[in-house]
């Protein structure tokens, strides 16, 4: 085409008013163009798609992408042109967007290319049993379809507590996240879901443990009987565990059961178990236990009571958990101390109180007289006992105090009353430790020999008085108590005496002067009389 000629079309154009790139405002109000398609889709394959153009002038095409082409980016109105999509080996949906010009007028479109489509579980279906607790299920599958696949239960309500909490997708795997909720119930569940995509579907049978119950029908975990003849009790209790029995007990009881009843609507069957209790000399407790094979499931405490009790008062707190974790007492009432002594009790010949084994702290040993086979105890390592007060006791015979080392002893009173104890060692064999307090008093009615000796002490015994004038029959007394040191003079070992007066009565006094009594002691330690 020549010049002249293109310049004659122009002119042409502009005086027929159509359509152009340069158009004044009045010509642009009449620019149009549409198409016979605006949205395309192509499968996987590709594909080729035909677009009939109408419009007011010459339209063109503006817009670019490698995987889909235009037979031609410009035409007339009523042209078709061909849209070729090519194959999609991508994995994932392709978008593309494309605009079609005629003068000012304008029209978009929308291609879409569609991946081939693919889904595969990577978790098997599979039984899976959680316990009551709860727990997660995870199912993973690789797939490039958007959403996420169908889950169907074999029971509704299993929704409830097979919850779907997140889904995620990472490194190319996606995974749907289930969390299998607390079963609080007394009964055991179970449910099928079933996870569905793109034709393919796994199956997972989910089951999950009750909550393990079992309730006396008393309140509380105790039995009481107050009869101490030979009798039964029955017993009966709610549970949801089966093949259940006593599987410990007192030798004192023999069990028979269970007879079981009926199952309630939250799953609890009643169990009734026959307790065969001897007769016995006072009261008494003992524990049963109650489980499968190995599985402890409920522990309880069964007490014969005597319907006429013997009660003694023990004041100090710790005494009394000793007394009663030897099964010796029942505390009634612990702000007065009041104890009723059991059948064990009522023939104990030996107590031990040891607060370093039982870590009970014990300030004060009183009360003692209730027992009445009591002949000897044994004091071990009790560092905060002050006083100890048998006064109460008839039958005591011997009574041992032990410290040891790495301990001092609080003791400032020690009164034996009228018990048969002729003799008591305070000695650094049996207290290795110092005495914390300033004063010792020790009486006794029947004692003769008291040995309170420790003549490889340290300056850290603050035992200072030694009071005897409670014991009328004392006849030999070891008093000789300090620690060792040089005279830097003489280089000799000298005793630094800690113990500096022991005080006796008139009568004592009296004693000792006619070598009727024996008192070994340092030569710094004084004896005074008590006025």
């Known amino acids: 085409m020549n010049k002249p000629y293109c310049a004659i079309m122009l002119a042409a154009?502009?005086?027929?008013?159509?359509?152009?790139?340069?158009?004044?405002?009045?010509?642009?109000?009449?620019?149009?163009?549409?198409?016979?398609?605006?949205?395309?889709?192509?499968?996987?394959?590709?594909?080729?798609?035909?677009?009939?153009?109408?419009?007011?002038?010459?339209?063109?095409?503006?817009?670019?992408?490698?995987?889909?082409?235009f037979s031609s980016d410009r035409g007339e109105s009523g042209e078709s042109v061909a849209l070729t999509v090519d194959q999609n080996d991508s994995g994932s949906e392709r978008t593309a967007s494309f605009k079609f010009f005629s003068g000012s007028a304008v029209q978009g479109i929308t291609v879409i290319s569609s991946p081939e489509y693919y889904f595969e579980f990577l978790t098997d279906g599979d039984g899976t049993h959680y316990s009551?607790?709860?727990?997660?299920?995870?199912?993973?599958?690789?797939?490039?379809?958007?959403?996420?696949?169908?889950?169907?239960w074999s029971d509704e309500s299993a929704s409830s507590w097979i919850v779907h909490e997140r889904s995620v997708n990472a490194f190319g795997v996606r995974s749907m996240i289930f969390r299998i909720l607390e079963n609080d119930t007394y009964r055991p569940r179970s449910a099928s879901m079933t996870v569905s995509g793109f034709d393919q579907s796994v199956e997972y049978e989910i089951s999950q443990d009750q909550t393990d119950a079992f309730f006396l029908e008393n309140e509380g975990n105790t039995i009481e009987t107050r009869n101490l003849e030979a009798h039964d009790l029955t017993v009966k209790m709610k549970t949801n565990i089966e093949d259940i029995e006593c599987t410990d007990s007192p030798s004192w009881i023999s069990t028979e059961g269970p007879i079981t009843g009926e199952t309630d609507e939250s799953g609890l069957t009643e169990l009734t178990f026959v307790l065969h209790i001897e007769a016995s000399g006072g009261s008494r407790t003992g524990e049963?236990?109650?489980?499968?094979?190995?599985d402890d499931y409920a522990e309880f405490v069964v007490k014969q009571l005597n319907p006429n009790p013997t009660y003694v008062t023990i004041t100090d707190p710790g005494l009394r958990e000793i007394?009663?974790?030897?099964?010796?007492?029942?505390?009634?009432?612990?702000?007065?101390?009041?104890?009723?002594?059991?059948?064990?009790?009522?023939?104990?010949?030996?107590?031990?109180?040891?607060?370093?084994?039982?870590?009970?702290?014990?300030?004060?040993?009183?009360?003692?007289?209730?027992?009445?086979?009591?002949?000897?105890?044994?004091?071990?390592?009790?560092?905060d006992l002050a006083e100890i007060d048998l006064s109460d006791c008839s039958s005591i015979e011997n009574i041992s105090i032990s410290i040891s080392s790495w301990s001092s002893s609080c003791l400032s009173s020690i009164k034996l009353g009228n018990n048969p104890i002729s003799s008591l060692d305070l000695s650094a064999d049996?207290?290795?430790?110092?005495?914390?307090?300033?004063?010792?008093?020790?009486?006794?009615?029947?004692?003769?020999?008291?040995?309170?000796?420790?003549?490889?002490?340290?300056?850290?015994?603050?035992?200072?008085?030694?009071?005897?004038?409670?014991?009328?029959?004392?006849?030999?007394?070891?008093?000789?108590?300090?620690?060792s040191e040089y005279d830097w003079d003489t280089w000799d070992e000298i005793l630094v005496a800690t113990l500096k007066t022991i005080l006796l009565t008139q009568e004592q006094k009296d004693a000792y002067d006619r070598g009727e009594m024996t008192i070994e002691k340092s030569d710094e330690t004084e004896i005074s009389v008590r006025q």
């Open 13 to 69: 154009v502009l005086l027929s008013g159509g359509c152009s790139d340069n158009m004044v405002p009045d010509q642009a109000d009449t620019c149009m163009i549409s198409l016979s398609d605006i949205s395309f889709t192509a499968g996987p394959d590709g594909q080729t798609f035909e677009i009939t153009v109408t419009s007011s002038g010459e339209w063109r095409i503006a817009g670019q992408c490698e995987w889909c082409t």
């Open 132 to 152: 009551r607790d709860g727990g997660q299920l995870i199912v993973k599958y690789r797939s490039n379809i958007s959403g996420d696949p169908d889950v169907a």
């Open 288 to 294: 049963l236990v109650f489980g499968k094979g190995r």
């Open 323 to 383: 007394l009663e974790d030897e099964e010796l007492i029942i505390t009634d009432d612990e702000e007065s101390g009041r104890c009723e002594i059991l059948s064990a009790g009522m023939s104990v010949e030996n107590i031990e109180i040891d607060s370093y084994y039982t870590k009970h702290d014990i300030k004060t040993i009183s009360g003692l007289g209730g027992f009445p086979a009591l002949k000897s105890l044994d004091i071990v390592d009790c560092e």
């Open 430 to 483: 049996p207290i290795s430790g110092s005495m914390a307090s300033e004063s010792l008093s020790v009486s006794g009615s029947n004692l003769t020999k008291l040995d309170f000796s420790n003549d490889d002490g340290d300056e850290d015994d603050a035992c200072i008085l030694l009071d005897v004038t409670g014991c009328p029959a004392l006849k030999e007394l070891k008093a000789t108590r300090g620690y």
